[in-house]
C-alpha cells in the first residue's frame, strides 16, 4: 500500500509532462517550452534545460499559440469592416455615375487575360464571364470579402492561408481601380499586413489539421518586423520633414482641431494647458523613435513594456481621432510582442515555469528592466530638457537638438538596425531549425525540415524587400543597399507586398483649419450650404464618431482644402454630378437623402468657398459653449457654375471627366440581380452602424461558443475525474498478494503502461492534471480515504479467509 500511495501522488506531473509534450491544443501550456509540436515526444526532451534556462532569464523562448490565433482573428474583423465600409461607397465613388467610374480604369483593349491581369492584378477583369459590369463586380468582390471575413470571425478552421489568399486578392482587386479614393497609408498596410497573414495562418482547409508549425514563430515575427518599421518611420519623418511644429513640439496644440474628423473628446484634448501637450509630442516621440528598439529584445517583459506603450499610444489616438480601421490594424500588428505566457496571465491561468526562476536570474532580469527604462527616462530629459517650473506647477521642455545631429543620429541608426532584425530572425530561424530537427519519426521530422525551409526562405525574401522602403528614411543608407534588392522590390511593387510609411509628417492648417462649403441654389441669390454627415461644416453639429468606418469623400474633402481646386480633379466631378442630381453621390453626402437640402430637385447653381475653423473655448466661468466650432470666410475655392457652363465643361474635359462612350450593356444575369437585391435591402444603413452590428454579432456568437465549449470541457472534465476515481477503487483489491498474485514491480509496470498510453480526449486530461496541481490539500484527502478504504478491505477479505 505505501509503494502505491507514492505511486499515485508522481502521477499528475508525470501525465502532465506527457501531454504537454505532445497535445497540440493552446490550453496545454508546456512545461517543456519547447516542445509542443503535435506527435513530438521524449526526442524535444533535449530542449528543456535551454528553455528552462532562457525562462529563467526571461528571454525569448515562449510559444505564440495565442497571440497569432488572436491575430489572426482580429485580421479578419479589420476585413469584414475594411469590406463593409468601401461597399456602402462603391456606386457613389465608382459607379456608372459616379465620381470616378471604375470602367474608366479597366480599358479592355483586345489583350489576353492574362496580360490583363499583369498589366493590373485585379479580379475584376473576369466581370466580363460573369456577366456583369466593372461596378457591379465590384459590389460582388466586396460582398464575397466581407462574408469570407466574417465566416472568419466565427469558424477558427477559415483563419486559414487559402481563406487570407482570398482576402488579400480581393482588396488587392478594389485598390487597383480606387484611384484617389484608395491611396491611402492604411490601405496599402491593410494589403501588406494581409499578404503577411497567408504565411502566418495555418493550410487547415488543405491539410486538415490546426497543429502548431515549427515555423510559426518564424513568419510570425514578421509582423513584428513590420511593426517596427510603421513605428519607427513614422516617428522619424516627423523630424526629417523639419515641420517646425514638430521640432518645438506644439504640433499637438494644433493636431486635435485639424485633424480630418476629430471625435467629441479632441475638443477637450484641445483644452490641455500647453505644457502639458508639448510633454505628449515628447512621449510621442519615445513611443514612436526609441521604444521600436525594444521590439527585438531577447528580455520578453522588455517587449511586454513596449507593448502596453503602443496599445496606451493607439487608444489615445482612436479616442480623439476617427482614423477608420488604421489604429485597430496597429493594435492587432501589437499582439505579435506577445506570447502564451503573458496571454494566460490575462485569462488568469497558472504560470507552471515562472515557480523555477531563482532569485539570482529574477534579480538580473528586473535590474535590467530597471536600467533600460532609466536609460529611456535619463535620454528624454537630456534630449528635450526637461525641467520642473515650480512656480507655474508645470514641466517645460524643448528640443535639445538640431537637425544635423539627429540626421546623424538616423545614418549611425539605420543600418545597425536592420542588422538587429538580421539578428533576430536569425535566432527564430535557428530555434525553428532545431526543433523539426528534434521531432521523432524520419517522416514528420523531414516534413516539418521541409516546411521550414519553404516558409524560412519566404520571411528572408520579404525581409529582404522590405528594406528598400524602410531606408527610404534616410536617403545614404538607402543608397547603400544591393541592387539586386531593389530590382526585387521593383518587380513586387504592382502587388502592394511591402511599403513606405510615415504618419502625420506635417502638421497643417497651423493658421485655422482649412474647411471647403459647397453652397446651392435655385436662384443664384440665396444660398443654402451642403453640409456632410461626418466633416465639420455646421458649427453647432458635434463631431462625429465613425471608427472603423472611412468616409472617403469627406476624407478626400479635408485633402482638397489644404491646396486649390486644381489640385483636386475630382472635386469638379462632384459639382457636376450634384448638379445633375445623382443619388448615388448624394448618399455619400448625406445617407438619408431627405436631409439632403436639394433632394427634391437639385440645385440649379454650385459654388465653394473656404472657410477658417477653430475649435471654440470654454467660456470665463468654466461652462461649455454652445457650438463645438467658430470660422471666418478665407476664400472663394470654386466659382458659381451650373450645367452647361464654359468653365465647368472646360474642367471636365480637361481632367478627361466626361466619358464620351457609354457604359456597355450588361446581360440581366442571375449574379447581377443577385447584387442589386443585396444593395436595395443596406440601402439607408449608415455605414458605422452596419459594420459595429456585424462586429457585435460575431463577437457575441464567439463569446457564446466560448462559454459553450467551457461547459462541455468542464462536463468532460468531472466525468473523466469521476471514471478515474471509479477505476481506482475498482483496482485497489488487486494490490492484495492474495488476489491477484502479482508482485509489486509488476504492478508499477502496469501502471506505467496505462501513465504513457492514449487517454482520450488531450484537453480532458490535461484539466484533470492541472485540477490536481492546483489542489494539493483534497488530493492528500483523497489518498487518506482510499488507504483507508484499501485497508478496511483487507481486513474484511482476512476475515473471510479465517472462516
Known sequence: MQHRGVHRQRHPEAVCVHLHATCPCPRATSINATASAPGADSGNSALQPAALLFQQFGLDMGEIIQPQRMFL??????????????????????????????????????????????????LLWFGPQLGVDTHTAMELLCLVGAALSFAATLVESLRDSVVFFCLWALYLSMYQ????????????????????????????????????????????????WLLFRLMFASGVVKLTSRCPTWWGLTALTYHYETQCIPTPLAWFAHQLPVWWQKLSVLGTFVIEIAVPLLFFSPQRRLRIGAFYLQVLLQVLIIL?????????????????????????????????????????????????????????????????????????????????????????FLQKVTIPSIWIGVLSLTWEMVTAMFRCACVSGFLKRFWG????????????????????????????????????????????????????????????????????????????????????????????????????????????????????????????????????GKKDVIELIQTDV??????????????????????????ADGSYPERWWRRVYDEEFYPTVHLGNTFLETMLTQYGLKDKSPPLHMPNTTVAKGVRWVRSHLRGVPAPILIWTLIACSATLCLLHGLQSSNKHSERTAVTHKAAMTDHTANAPDSSPDTGGKSDEEEEEEEDEDEDGDGGDCEDEVEYCEGEEKDPVGEDKEEEEDEEEDGIETEEILEKRKL
Request: contains cysteine; proline residues 5%.
Open 320 to 408: 480623439t481621432g476617427n482614423y477608420n480601421f488604421f489604429n485597430l490594424l496597429t493594435l492587432a500588428l501589437c499582439l505579435s510582442l506577445l506570447d502564451d505566457q503573458h496571454v494566460s496571465f490575462w485569462l488568469r491561468k497558472a504560470d507552471k515555469i515562472s515557480n523555477n526562476d531563482s532569485r539570482l536570474c529574477s534579480w538580473l532580469c528586473y535590474l535590467l528592466e530597471l536600467a533600460v527604462w532609466s536609460l529611456l527616462i535619463f535620454g528624454s530629459v537630456i534630449c528635450f530638457d526637461l525641467k520642473l517650473d515650480s512656480t507655474k506647477n508645470s514641466i517645460t521642455s524643448r528640443t535639445a537638438f538640431t537637425y544635423h545631429q539627429f540626421n546623424q
Open 449 to 580: 525540415t521541409l516546411q521550414w525551409s519553404v516558409f524560412a526562405a519566404a520571411t528572408a525574401a520579404m525581409f529582404t524587400i522590405s528594406l528598400v522602403p524602410y531606408s527610404y528614411i534616410e536617403y545614404d543608407s538607402h543608397g547603400r543597399l544591393w541592387p539586386g534588392v531593389r530590382r526585387a522590390y521593383d518587380l513586387v511593387d504592382r502587388f502592394q507586398l511591402v511599403n513606405s510609411y510615415g504618419l502625420f509628417r506635417r502638421m497643417t492648417g497651423v493658421s485655422g483649419r482649412p474647411e471647403v462649403v459647397i453652397e446651392g441654389s435655385n436662384d443664384a441669390v440665396s444660398w443654402t450650404e451642403i453640409e456632410f454627415m461626418y466633416k465639420p461644416g455646421n458649427l453647432s453639429a458635434p463631431p462625429a464618431v465613425v471608427t472603423p468606418h472611412q468616409p472617403r469623400l469627406d476624407w478626400q474633402m479635408w485633402f482638397a482644402a489644404l491646396g486649390d481646386q486644381t489640385q483636386a480633379p475630382w472635386f469638379t466631378s462632384l459639382m457636376y454630378r450634384l448638379l445633375q
Open 177 to 224: 481601380v480606387g484611384q484617389v479614393f484608395l491611396y491611402f497609408q492604411w490601405d496599402n498596410l491593410l494589403l501588406e499586413t494581409g499578404f503577411l497573414c497567408i504565411l502566418v495562418a495555418p493550410l487547415t482547409l488543405l491539410r486538415g489539421s490546426r497543429g502548431v508549425r515549427e515555423h510559426d514563430r518564424v513568419t510570425f515575427w514578421l509582423i513584428r
Open 594 to 619: 431627405s436631409q439632403y437640402p436639394f433632394h427634391r430637385e437639385p440645385p440649379a447653381y454650385l459654388r465653394a468657398h473656404r472657410y477658417r475653423y477653430w475649435f471654440t473655448e470654454p467660456k
Open 73 to 122: 482573428w482580429s485580421m479578419a474583423v479589420i476585413y469584414l469592416a475594411a469590406f463593409v465600409s468601401l461597399y456602402v461607397q462603391i456606386p457613389g465613388l465608382y459607379g456608372n455615375e459616379g465620381l470616378l467610374p471604375a470602367r474608366w480604369q479597366l480599358r479592355y483593349s483586345g489583350k489576353s487575360l492574362w496580360e490583363q491581369l499583369l498589366s493590373s492584378p485585379s
